[in-house]
């Protein structure tokens, strides 16, 4: 039950026990010229191996594979994967977490961003979550559990490390355009169209089978630099605005700095020098967890602030255009309105004015609190009926306007009933209310009138007419109040 762990890098095997051929791995892929992968190879022996001689031949598939023979190590079978998973616990665990949180967060922002596009940043960091996590779990051969052949293992890894700046590219573009630098703009627009272009062009050659992603890795590994020297630049010059969530990116930009910068120093040292020795694995899969919780604190931060500086506006918005007694629209918000309405000379539309009766009376007697309790009954009454059916205002003092879109006389007619119920409903609530609105209302559907001015003109003649007549059955009423 012995099994054989082999790393290779970029090789075809062949192993003879005695003289016997037991395995053979990627010669038949060498042949045509594609990729045979890097990573492990376990190999089960025959069943009678002990005491015999092994042999291994190995043929490199690329330039430049490898410079020396990883350690052979042999174990039981059943311990064989165990030990693998057991020897890198750390990026096993942070590769799960990020590949399953990228995704999750990826699905649930791909919906968020078809609502505000404000969610792209977010859509970024899981993005380069997805890519590290694949990455890690890649690099360090977690994926060869799942039994998936080394050569796609090995195809999955370099598209994940490939892709992996181009999220992170598209993030920091917002914090370059906050700075007042056109040089480092220039240099940031150059480093991604370069970063876009050799993806492009090494994943094309890779399926074509011309150049290999293995060996345009150095290059590769030079533009991961340059793009981390590049973030670290741009976040030490956005920290002159003193902003807390600058620094805190800066915290995280530079802990990832230091954890890369550890594994490709050890990564070199190992394959050519032969005497670098990791004491932890994953360091830079650790880094990079440590830099995506650090984006999230920031985008969510960020958010929050632009949140609030969004409901304030709204709030000075609101204030702009709303009447601060009855909170109705006030006369700019309905002038505004008005000239848009203007502008669709196909749609059919109806102008209502209101004017209450007796208001100055109940100033002068009962008293602006009074007054002003009429007013705001007033305003409650005509949004209740006409509310939901276009814009009610209130255009100052005691008058009032409704602008209703869509309109017939049967449904106006249905309307005006109801608005009436609804004042007699309103006065027995209140005791000693006594609300009376005056009203007239004129339709584009009746009068063949487009001009909105001219209808509010002759919507406001048959209040006007209407309130008179309201002053002949009631002789109390004195002028028009």
């Not at 039950?1 to 003879?16: D, P």
């Not at 490898?66 to 750390?90: G, P, S, V």
Request: overall charge neutral.
């Amino acid at each position: 039950e012995g099994m054989l762990r082999l790393g290779i890098r970029h090789t075809a095997v062949k192993m003879y026990i005695g003289d016997s051929l037991v395995y053979e791995y990627g010669f038949d892929r060498a042949e045509k010229n594609k990729t045979v992968g890097s990573g492990y190879l376990f190999i089960d022996f025959p069943d009678h191996y002990k005491g015999k001689k092994m042999k291994l031949e190995l043929c490199a598939s690329e330039n430049e594979a490898f410079t020396q023979i990883d350690n052979l190590r042999i174990y039981e079978w059943k311990n064989a994967y165990r030990a693998l998973l057991t020897e890198n616990r750390i990026p096993m665990f942070v590769g799960v977490f990020l590949l399953i949180f990228g995704l999750s967060t990826l699905i649930i922002t791909m919906f968020a961003m078809l609502v505000s596009r404000k969610y792209a940043r977010i859509f970024c960091i899981s993005s380069f979550s997805v890519c590290m996590g694949l990455w890690t779990l890649c690099n360090y051969d977690i994926l060869l559990v799942f039994s998936i052949p080394l050569y796609s293992k090995s195809l999955i890894e370099y598209l994940a490390l490939y892709l992996l700046p181009v999220p992170l590219l598209v993030y920091m573009d917002g914090n370059v355009k906050n700075l007042d630098n056109k040089v480092l703009k220039i240099v940031f627009k150059v480093l991604f169209a370069v970063e876009l272009i050799f993806d492009f062009v090494i994943i094309g050659l890779h399926t074509k089978d011309i150049v290999h992603c293995a060996a345009a890795l150095p290059y590769q590994q030079a533009l991961i630099v340059c793009h981390l020297v590049l973030f670290t630049v741009i976040v030490i010059l956005n920290l002159k605005t003193k902003n807390f969530l600058n620094r805190l990116y800066l915290v995280g930009m530079l802990i990832m700095l230091g954890c890369v910068g550890y594994d490709l120093y050890g990564y070199y040292m190992e394959r050519y020098n032969g005497n670098f020795s990791v004491g932890i694995k994953g360091i830079s899969a650790l880094g990079m967890m440590v830099f995506i919780f650090i984006l999230i604190i920031e985008f969510y931060m960020e958010l929050s602030y632009k949140m609030m500086q969004e409901a304030e506006r709204n709030s000075l918005i609101k204030s702009a255009y709303t009447d601060e007694l009855t909170q109705l629209h006030n006369r700019r918000y309905c002038s505004e309105h008005m000239q848009q309405i203007n502008e669709d000379q196909t749609a059919e539309y109806t102008v209502v004015c209101f004017d209450l009766n007796n208001l100055k009376v109940v100033n002068d007697t009962l008293g602006h609190a009074q007054g002003d309790m009429l007013i705001k009954s007033a305003a409650e009454v005509i949004e209740t009926s006409f509310g939901r059916l276009g814009v009610v205002g209130r255009m100052g003092g005691d008058e009032f306007i409704a602008i209703l879109k869509n309109t017939s006389k049967g449904g106006m007619d249905a309307v005006i009933r109801q608005f009436q119920e609804n004042i007699k409903k309103k006065n027995q609530e209140v005791k000693g209310l006594n609300l009376a609105i005056a009203y007239g209302y004129a339709s584009s559907f009746e009068t063949g009138e487009k001009g909105v001015e001219k209808l509010y003109q002759e919507a406001d003649d048959r209040m006007y007419e209407n309130k008179q007549q309201y002053k002949k059955e009631h002789p109390d009423a004195r002028g028009r109040q």
